[in-house]
C-alpha cells in the first residue's frame, strides 16, 4: 500500500513539473519562466494593435449566467444576480503581450496592484495565423494547479472583443473595453 502511494506521488509531481513557474508578487499566482510556452511571440505583428486598445482593459460581460429561465446580459462586475462575484478583465500591451486578470466586484476600488502583471495574473501572447488575431493563454489548466497553454482567437468590434478559447465548450466569450485611469496601467509587460 505504501509503495503504491509513492508511486503515485511521484507520477503527479512529475506530471505537475511540465512548466517551470515561480510565484508572483500576491504569493500565490503563477507564471511561465519557461520561454518555450510564449515561443509563439516571433509571430506578432505590429498592425494587430490598430485593433487593440492598449490604454484600456476589457472586462467580462456576463451571457452565460441565468435568472430563472431568463438569461442576464450584463458586465460582469454589475450582475449583483450572480453568486459568482470574480470577473475577467483583459490588458493588451504594445509589444504583443497580454494579461488576463481576475477581479471581485465586491471590491469596485481599482489599484494599481489590481493591473500589475508581477503582482498578479495571467500572462499571454498575442500573434497572427491566418490573418487570424490568436493568442496563448498561459494560465492554470487542472484544479491541482497545473500551468498550461490555452489557445484563443480574438476578434475586435470597436468596443467589443470577442474571445473564442479552444475547447471552451460553453461558447465565446465576450468582453467590453473599459477605460480606467492611465496610472493604475502604467505597468511593464516582459516576458
Known amino acids: ?5 509513492l508511486i503515485i506521488l511521484v507520477l503527479i509531481s512529475t ?6 513557474t515561480y510565484k508572483l ?4 499566482s503563477k507564471v511561465a519562466i519557461d520561454q518555450k510556452v510564449y515561443q509563439n511571440k516571433k509571430y506578432f505583428e505590429k498592425s494587430i494593435l490598430k485593433k487593440v486598445d492598449t490604454l ?4 467580462e460581460y456576463n451571457t452565460t449566467y441565468y435568472s ?13 444576480e450572480n453568486v459568482n462575484t470574480i470577473y475577467g478583465v483583459y490588458k493588451f500591451y504594445g509589444n504583443g503581450n497580454f494579461n488576463l486578470f481576475m477581479l471581485n466586484r465586491e471590491k469596485p476600488l481599482l489599484e494599481s496592484k489590481m493591473f500589475d502583471p508581477e ?12 490573418n487570424v488575431i490568436k493568442g496563448d493563454l498561459i494560465t492554470q489548466i487542472t484544479g491541482m494547479g497545473e500551468i498550461g497553454i490555452i489557445k484563443q482567437t480574438f476578434e475586435f ?3 467589443t472583443l470577442i474571445v473564442n478559447k479552444k475547447g471552451n465548450k460553453f461558447g465565446n466569450e465576450i468582453y467590453i473595453k473599459r477605460k480606467i ?3 493604475l496601467l502604467k505597468n511593464n509587460a516582459k516576458w
Open 1 to 5: 500500500m505504501k509503495k503504491n502511494i
Open 15 to 20: 506530471i505537475s513539473c511540465g512548466i517551470k
Open 25 to 28: 508578487k500576491n504569493g500565490y
Open 56 to 59: 484600456a482593459v476589457y472586462e
Open 68 to 80: 430563472g429561465d431568463k438569461p442576464v446580459n450584463a458586465l460582469a462586475r454589475e450582475n449583483y
Open 119 to 130: 503582482y498578479t495574473g495571467w500572462r499571454g501572447i498575442l500573434y497572427s495565423e491566418n
Open 157 to 159: 468590434y470597436g468596443d
Open 181 to 183: 485611469p492611465i496610472e
